[in-house]
């Protein structure tokens, strides 16, 4: 089964604007982590949110987490050029050893000055 | 901030020709990860590893797969005999002890198999 999906696949912003991805999962999870991706380059931790949190902030970012519907979202606030990259969403399953993540696809954000 | 380390970052090589990658994870962490990525594709774990053993492996580390942990700074992966599906980008990643905490990345060697 797939795990971990988000969505848009791509997302096209000027800068300033606020960007939003989503990501939907299937298993129970311990934390669900987000992840950001330069082209080509290696992958940056952005934030963790546990499975008993519900929001979590940092910077500008936010994320929120909704076990019920199993889905989490992404948060970018007032975007700037720098932030163009491909955003992963990955959950560490319940099921899973610890840091066995399973990664989604991605969500390509370029952002436009 | 302390880095987890790969080297090289690229890495061509024929078909059948064994390969090492090498990574030098954060240095109080102790959990040891390699994921790769195929180009268009997902991430995906191959192994993680922790006192000295392999903690858990996928179905992609096969025998032609191992790691090893020679000293106390180093983290290898090798690939045998390489395959053309070999080529990918992978990334080594450590993480703390206590649970929930995050991987932290390496930024990966990209593997060619010609």
């Known amino acids: 089964s797939q795990q971990g999906e988000e969505d848009p696949q791509a997302l096209s912003i000027q800068e300033g604007e606020n960007a939003t991805m989503n990501c939907s999962y299937k298993?129970?999870?311990?934390?669900l982590q987000w992840y950001r991706q330069n082209s080509g380059r290696g992958l940056v931790h952005l934030i963790l949110i546990r499975s008993n949190e519900r929001e979590k902030h940092s910077g500008r970012l936010r994320v929120t987490l909704d076990t019920s519907k199993k889905s989490s979202s992404l948060l970018i606030t007032a975007s700037r050029a720098a932030d163009t990259a491909s955003y992963f969403c990955a959950t560490d399953s319940t099921t899973d050893s610890w840091g066995k993540l399973q990664f989604g696809a991605g969500t390509q954000v370029v952002v436009t000055p | 901030e302390p880095e987890v380390t790969q080297t090289p970052s690229h890495q061509v090589t024929q078909m059948g020709q064994e390969v090492i990658l090498r990574c030098v994870p954060i240095?109080?962490?102790?959990?040891f990860y390699w994921y790769r990525q195929i180009l268009g594709q997902k991430v995906e774990f191959l192994v993680s590893f922790y006192n000295n053993e392999i903690s858990e492996k996928s179905e992609i580390f096969d025998d032609q797969f191992s790691v090893e942990r020679p000293d106390g700074s180093n983290f290898t992966l090798k690939i045998r005999s390489t395959k053309l599906e070999d080529s990918a980008m992978y990334f080594c990643?450590?993480?703390?002890?206590?649970?929930?905490?995050?991987?932290?990345f390496g930024n990966g060697t990209r593997l060619t198999v010609t």
């Open positions: 990643a450590s993480r703390r002890a206590s649970s929930n905490s995050p991987l932290h």
């Open positions: 240095s109080n962490h102790l959990y």
């Open positions: 298993t129970s999870i311990n934390n």
